[in-house]
Nanobody, 124 residues
Framework: QVQLVESGGGSVQAGGSLRLSCAASGYTYSSYCIGWFRQAPGKEREGVAGIDSDGSTRYADSVKGRFNIGRDNENRLYLQMNSLKPEDSAMYYC???????????????????WGQGTQVTVSS
């Protein structure tokens, strides 16, 4: 059973930084994508950043140059968020694919394993 547990959310002023973490367990796929999605109240969920098992990454245009995705180890993913803006406020979810993922399209995937989410609030 795949489990994804997020941590690291919180409240910060605009221009500040936060680092989200995702602890993954029960994951046995050798080829996969994993990453971060977010959803603000009244808005559609959007893909933020993803990384595949080879280390290739993708970012939403809105976060390029400000956010960085990576792995602390095989089972822990992070999202370093810098220069945060009020529009970055949302519930952030860690999500992972099964096998056969294409990182090029991962941020548009819906049929994923999902964590419970962690709230990020950026005040102006």
């Amino acid at each position: 059973q795949v489990q994804l547990v997020e941590s690291g959310g919180g409240s910060v002023q605009a221009g500040g930084s936060l680092r989200l973490s995702c602890a993954a367990s029960g994951y046995t796929y050798s080829s996969y994508c994993i990453g971060w999605f977010r959803q603000a109240p009244g808005k559609e969920r959007e893909g933020v950043a993803g990384i595949d098992s080879d280390g290739s990454t993708r970012y939403a245009d809105s976060v390029k140059g400000r956010f960085n995705i990576g792995r602390d180890n095989e089972n822990r993913l992070y999202l370093q968020m810098n220069s945060l803006k009020p529009e970055d406020s949302a519930m952030y979810y860690c999500a992972a694919s099964g096998s056969g993922c294409s990182i090029e399209f991962f941020l548009a995937y819906e049929n994923l394993y999902w964590g419970q989410g962690t709230q990020v609030t950026v005040s102006s």
